[in-house]
């Protein structure tokens, strides 16, 4: 099951992305991510999952730049949400083949994707919530938020990494 | 790059780029990675306090024997909620049924059992710590640790049985056995004749013979049959053994092995192995079923290679004492000869149970026209290589491993005695 919901994710992904850069004439721009997407099936269908954290970081790229080419907000963050789900799912899929026991398999599937969904659903209820509120903010009120956030998520990765 | 970074290093980007561009809805994209970051931190894994326990069935188990693993891990700490507890198996086992790793959640002070079971070759195989990798379950965090377990299965090697191996020793130890000692006593085979004494059995009396002489009488002289002394040697030499596509006659030799040291012993008498291989292991000789267990663990061990020392074959002349047999077992190479010629000048009394290596090659390489002629050719080889070896005085059982063993030794050694008789006289009087 999980292996079908790789492929899902990164089919949905490439296709939003696809869809909302050619609809804004950035036609060859979306053949290339197309082209992005169906090398991302292949490398993982060979097995060189390794590439999982390229791809991943090429697709959050094409999001990030997706909304400066005034593509629709909500096509950007489907295709950053289905490109952490295919990275994220890469990984658990070579986790499950570690165990050679399906009912664990089926267990331990079942526990993921229900924090996948807590993950995308709190993920969703946000970016409404944000694009809802607004603040203006000065630069300057930007940039100390900005540093904020930076500071705040250099102290989360330390402690993960700490952790480790 | 670690997933943590790589979600960092994405998360920096977007709120760059979103400060940056003043772009609140760009921003608003690192919402579901920072999300997923702090779900990896929620409940990620505690330090692990885990012990194990393997339980293995069987301690000695024959190839394709399935084997019982009952495994307990017990988590004395926090609860884990993700933890892989694999469980490496040695090379040449594999699982049957079951699993050998389980992808679990253990709560704190809870523990776990699972059993599987596995079938192996033969070898010792020795198991290893069980590894537990507790993740949380996004996988971003991880710890790992080797639970202290140790276990150890003895597959040891098929068992082939042979009724009886006719071997001549010159020389036989003291204490009654099946093999002819080529000395007058009692016995069942017809020995000669000597003059009555005071005590012989009227039944041994010859009449005949005493008929045709004046006033002496002859007994009947029956040859006695003792236990000997036999020296098993297994050719290990990979050159010898090892085929191309991974195939190894060196398990036939094994089984041969086997069967006559069975034999041998179940007959009274002193055996031992001398295997010349990967390492050259030497089996003091003992008799009965202590000796016999000996030997199947030795050969349970065996395996082919090079000596660094000696290209060919070496057989020890010290330790087997003077004129007793050896019993070579080894599908041979040309260079043999000399070496088993110069043994039997010396006097001991051998036997080569020869795995045939050009029908065993032959049979893994098809049916075209060039395979036939460099069987044919090779065949002829080791005809004459055989040859040779008859022609020293030497018994051989050239056995075809598509045939059963006892098979093929009853149909090689089951000559007439007088015929052996004939070829050791034949020696002696050299």
Partial sequence: MTRNFVYASIIASTAILTYGLAVNDFVPVSVTVALLGIAWIVLFVRGLTRFSGLAFAIFIIISLASLWADVFPVFALAGVIFALLAWDLTRFFQRLQMTNSPQDARKTERAHFMRLALVIGLSLAGYIAATRIHVTLTFGAAALLALLGIWGISALVYRLRSHE | ?430
Avoid at chain 2, 22 to 31: D, P, T, Y
Avoid at chain 2, 224 to 235: F, H, N, P, T, W
Avoid at chain 2, 275 to 284: E, F, L, Q
Avoid at chain 2, 399 to 425: C, G, N
């Fill in chain 2, 1 to 430: 790059m670690s997933r943590i970074a790589l979600l960092a290093a994405l998360i920096y980007l977007i709120v760059l780029a979103g400060v940056g561009t003043l772009n609140g809805a760009m921003v608003a994209l690192a919402l579901p990675l920072v999300l997923y970051l702090l779900a990896g931190l929620w409940r990620g894994p505690e330090e692990m306090h885990l012990s194990a326990e393997r339980t293995i069935s069987a301690e000695r188990a024959a190839p394709g024997d399935s084997v019982f693993v009952h495994l307990t891990i017990t988590n004395h700490g926090g609860a884990l909620e993700q933890v892989l507890l694999h469980d490496p198996l040695p090379a040449f086992l594999t699982v049957v049924d079951g699993a050998s790793s389980r992808l679990v959640n253990l709560p704190a002070h809870a523990s776990i059992s699972w059993s599987y079971t596995l079938q192996g070759k033969r070898g010792s195989h020795y198991f290893e710590n069980i590894q537990a990798i507790a993740e949380d379950r996004l996988g971003l965090m991880g710890k790992r640790a080797a639970l202290p377990t140790r276990g150890q299965l003895l597959v040891l090697p098929s068992i082939s049985r042979v009724r009886h191996i006719p071997i001549q020793p010159r020389q036989t130890r003291v204490y009654s056995g099946v093999i002819p000692a080529h000395q007058g006593g009692t016995g069942i085979e017809f020995f000669g004749l000597r003059e009555y004494q005071i005590g012989d059995s009227p039944h041994h009396i010859n009449w005949r013979v005493s008929a045709r002489q004046d006033n002496v009488i002859y007994s009947n002289e029956y040859e006695q049959e003792r236990v000997a002394d036999v020296g098993i040697v297994l050719d290990g030499r990979r050159k010898v053994n090892e085929f191309g596509g991974m195939r190894s006659i060196f398990e036939d030799s094994i089984l041969a092995s086997v069967a006559v040291a069975s034999s041998l012993l179940a007959e009274g008498n002193r055996v031992g192995l001398f295997i010349y291989g990967k390492r050259n292991k030497w089996t003091s000789p003992g008799y009965g079923k202590h000796q016999r267990e000996r030997i199947m663990q030795d050969l349970a061990l065996a395996e082919t290679g090079e000596s660094q020392n000696f290209s060919s074959l070496i057989i020890p002349r010290r330790l087997f004492p003077p004129n007793s047999q050896i019993i070579l077992i080894s599908p041979l190479s040309g260079g043999d000869v000399s070496l088993l010629a110069q043994l039997r000048a010396r006097g001991y009394q051998l036997l080569v149970i020869s795995p045939d290596p050009v029908s065993f090659e032959a049979r893994g390489l098809g049916d075209s026209p060039s395979v036939k002629l460099a069987t044919r050719i090779a065949r002829l080889q080791r005809e004459v290589l055989l040859r040779e070896l008859r022609h020293t005085g030497v018994q051989v059982v050239n056995w075809d491993v598509a045939r059963p063993f006892e098979q093929a030794v009853r149909s090689a050694l089951s000559r007439p005695t007088a015929f052996l008789h004939a070829i050791q006289r034949g020696v002696g009087n050299r």
